[in-house]
């Protein structure tokens, strides 16, 4: 490597505060020959350097990122976006450049086009602001642009059409405002558009010019209009959470390579087109949460991969998918919602604030009384349903012939699997593949299950701490066995948890038999999970704790990120698997504040069934501890109730909640997590809500923002800032 380039690798070293990663440059020798690891790679042609990867380890999403550096997750106040970019620019033969969760943070200064060989360009999981720098239009070589969670607050540039090689356009998780611009329907040979988690509204503009697109990801934004014709090659289409209205236009029915279709959670009305269903690649259909109404055709025939009718609508089986419920069709009248509720002129205003405050206001007032009797019904039903289930998988953990059984990929996975593909194209945050660890390995990761390494003890064993030799840290539970199994029987169990993936369960990296070959001597399993650095919620949710007090949207988005886990758990893989021993203690948190579940689905193994244990009941504690905190919490459902239904709603509120959730929330947002929390926790089973419906609630009140006066806009406080009155002064006599 020329030396002059070796200079600017220590030079970025330095502004980039020197990473852990880049020890390795410390030692003498060519850097283009170092091979090349899921965190660092530096790959050259002619002694020049051609491809740069850095991926380091700070914390993607912090909510107190106001612009200014963050301590311990950007970069420090010394940090000059423009001399990094300066110093970057200097390696003008960069035909890649990935640089993952560094802490950079400042404005994208425009000079980054000084890389005029650039291919492919990945900021993400960083601290960037303002706009996308225009003269990036004139890079025309990129083919990748990938610049996800960041904080990017303009509007959609308009001149991506300007980039005739762009085939991957990903800007997921800004900010991002205003109408998606017409250009982006030129932008030729893009393949993947995904602009999800934004706050982007107005019309989705014509795609049909876009004859290479196969990916489009809009979920979570405010578009609404109605949805265009999708070009031809279409694999996935995902456009859920957003204010999309009208009819599901018939053309989509025409798509005859489509595999994933999300329209959930909209306002679409009218009958879903017959063909839609028997498109003969779609696995994955969702219309849930809409308002369509009408009926569906017991002769419709559903394509190979759906089944056919009505059976296929029923439920998911073998990797297929499709969701209906939340809408006013005439199949399946326990699942939705009075015709009445589909009229247009439910659809208050025109633009898609408007319409969801609209439907909030209906769905807590005038409608409360239809939906009560309503979800009576659809409870009664459910847990019917749901009983079936629960005989199913006892006699699913007695079938020796598991391995049939578990090929199927759920809907969530589905979507995610599409993601993957994208990373794994750029080597980055690929979700890694099951394997089966030796003891030995486990050893030398562990310092022999050291003293030093140990975390902490489970009912179900010990965790220990552990490092991979390829230099990922991971966290090894010692499941004791009290039953005895053959071999084989225990690797179809592990067989089965293993397929329990989603992004919000602690991912399970393999497994290791401690055991003679014999087929009747296994004692021990090791479980090797990824290692989730930032403790567990209920520490999180403590007074006593050191951490930044979380805001009611960030407890909101661990809730969300919790109730989607479980809603996997629940009709996933395993659907109807409804013991995976839900509390704050066993919710991790990752360096991004993002919620992961641990020792979910265990009893697979471990056969110990608590028939008592419901995860939705769990579920109302979790969210009852993350209005309250743990300290209230404790003194049980009964005493916060009483709080919040004795007293005025003001008053018995600042008794119970949690002060920095009070001070956080809109009004309307902590009525609607009450009232679900309430039902959760409901004594009587069979009132409790699916899991299904508290996520759709919650995702509800994550759409209620507070209005400016409600909180001061302020850095909420640290720990050591505010304290709540003690109880015992705060609580006056239950004897009211
Ligand atoms: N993947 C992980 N990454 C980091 N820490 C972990 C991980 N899994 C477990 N831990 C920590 O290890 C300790 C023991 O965890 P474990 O899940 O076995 O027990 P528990 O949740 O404390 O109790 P119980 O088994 O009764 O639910 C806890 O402190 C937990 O936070």
Redesign the pocket.
């Known amino acids: 490597l020329q030396s002059s380039q070796t200079e600017v690798l220590q030079q970025l070293r330095k502004q980039l505060e020197y990473p852990r990663h880049l020890d390795a440059w410390n030692y003498a020798g060519d850097l283009c020959s170092a091979p090349p690891s899921p965190f660092l790679t530096v790959a050259c042609e002619a002694n020049t350097i051609t491809e740069l990867k850095i991926v380091g380890d700070k914390p993607a999403k912090v909510s107190n990122f106001d612009g200014h550096p963050v301590a311990g997750q950007t970069l420090s106040a010394f940090f000059s976006v423009d001399s990094f970019v300066t110093t970057l620019s200097r390696l003008n033969s960069l035909k890649v450049v990935i640089l993952v969760s560094l802490g950079i943070w400042g404005p994208l200064p425009d000079k980054i086009h000084r890389l005029y060989s650039l291919q492919v360009l990945d900021l993400s999981s960083n601290f960037l602001y303002g706009s996308i720098p225009p003269r990036i239009s004139a890079m025309g070589m990129l083919h990748t642009m990938t610049l996800d969670a960041n904080f990017f607050n303009d509007t959609v540039p308009d001149w991506f059409d300007s980039l005739s090689n762009l085939t991957v356009l990903s800007l997921k998780n800004n900010r991002l405002q205003g109408p998606l611009p017409r250009s982006i329907g030129g932008v030729t040979a893009l393949t993947t558009l995904a602009l999800s988690k934004n706050n982007i509204s107005g019309r989705v503009p014509d795609l049909g010019s876009l004859s290479s697109l196969e990916i489009l990801d809009l979920r979570d934004n405010q578009l609404d209009s109605e949805i265009p014709p999708m070009p031809r090659g279409m694999v996935t289409i995902l456009l859920s959470r957003n204010s999309l209205a009208g009819k599901i236009p018939h053309q989509l029915g025409e798509l005859s390579r489509l595999q994933h279709l999300d329209l959930s959670y909209n306002l679409l009305q009218g009958t879903p087109p017959a063909s839609l269903f028997s498109l003969p690649n779609l696995s994955y259909l969702s219309l849930a949460s809409n308002m369509l109404s009408g009926s569906l055709s017991s002769k419709l025939a559903c394509g190979g991969q759906l089944g056919t009718l009505p059976p296929c609508l029923s439920d998911i089986s073998n990797g297929r998918v499709i969701k209906f419920s939340g809408n006013c069709l005439s199949d399946d009248s326990s699942r939705q919602h009075e015709s009445s509720f589909c009229r247009e002129d439910r659809i208050v205003g025109k633009g898609g604030k408007n319409r969801y405050i609209g439907l909030l206001i209906c769905a807590i007032g005038g409608a409360f009384v239809v939906m009560l009797v309503l979800l009576l019904m659809l409870l009664y039903f459910y847990r019917r349903h749901r009983h079936g289930r629960a005989k199913a998988e006892t006699r699913l953990l007695q079938n020796p012939a598991l391995e049939n059984y578990s090929t199927g990929f759920s809907s969530e996975l589905f979507a995610n699997a599409r993601y993957v593909s994208q990373p794994v194209k750029l080597g980055s945050q690929v979700m890694p593949t099951y394997r089966v660890f030796s003891l030995e390995e486990l050893r030398e990761a562990t310092d022999n299950f050291s003293r030093l390494s140990f975390?902490?003890?489970?009912?179900?064993?010990?965790?220990y701490?552990g490092r991979l030799e390829n230099g990922s840290q991971v966290?090894v539970?010692c499941l004791a066995l009290f039953k005895k199994y053959s071999i084989r029987n225990l690797n179809l169990r592990l067989d089965l948890l293993s397929k329990l993936r989603h992004p919000h369960l602690?991912c399970l990296l393999g497994h290791c038999v401690d055991g003679s070959s014999d087929d009747s001597s296994v004692h021990r399993v090791f479980l090797v999970?990824?290692?989730?650095?930032h403790?567990?919620l209920h520490s999180h949710l403590s007074e006593i704790s050191m951490e930044k007090f979380l805001t009611w949207p960030e407890r909101l988005a661990i809730l969300i990120g919790i109730a989607k886990a479980t809603h996997f758990l629940h009709t996933g893989i395993l659907p109807g698997f409804f013991n995976n021993?839900l509390?704050t203690?066993?919710v991790?948190l990752d360096e991004h504040y993002i919620a992961k579940i641990?020792?979910y689905g265990l009893s697979i193994i471990t056969e110990e069934i608590d028939k008592h244990e419901d995860d939705v009941y769990s579920f109302g504690l979790i969210i009852l501890e993350t209005l309250t905190g743990p300290a209230q919490a404790a003194r049980g459902k009964p005493f916060c109730s009483t709080k919040w239904t004795s007293f005025s709603r003001q008053e018995g509120r600042k008794q119970i909640i949690d002060p920095t959730v009070l001070g956080t929330a809109a009004d309307e947002s902590l009525s609607l997590v009450i009232s679900i929390t309430d039902k959760c926790l409901s004594s009587e089973s069979s009132l409790r809500p699916s899991i299904e419906d508290v996520l759709w609630n919650l995702q509800y009140a994550a759409r209620c923002r507070p209005p400016p006066t409600e909180i001061s806009g302020q850095t909420p406080p640290r720990r050591h800032e505010i304290r709540r009155e003690s109880p015992a002064m705060s609580v006056p006599s239950l004897a009211r």
Request: proline letters at 4%; zero cysteines.
């Open positions: 975390i902490g003890e489970g009912s179900h064993g010990k965790v701490k966290a539970k602690v999970y990824e290692y989730i650095p403790g567990n021993k509390k203690h066993n991790l641990s020792d």
